[in-house]
């Protein structure tokens, strides 16, 4: 798989998905160390969990609710549950994404 992680993070399990990614389960949380090939396109959709993601290398372009935006190196992006989004990649980009489950969240003591 591509990307440029430490070799601890590749002995993670394999991510099922449009996208190549090592995925971390802990308890409500999906933590996934994805890798995007220049050119890589994911078509707008939807989800339940609560995203959260930073770019260690390469960059993102976002589509959501109309307004497309770009994420380099060291920025965060938040994809709230349920709203539509699309993304795509331009140049071989490296993030680690947080996808929290709402419903936990929801009967998790504040």
Known sequence: MPGKYPDKIRTLPLFDGRFDAYKLAAQGTDVLFASYQPGTSIPPHTHDTENHGVIIRGEL??????KVERFGVGDWYHVPAGVEHAAYFEQETDEIEFWFDVSMQQDAPR
Not at 61 to 66: H, N, S, V, Y
């Open 61 to 66: 372009i976002l589509t959501m609710q109309g």
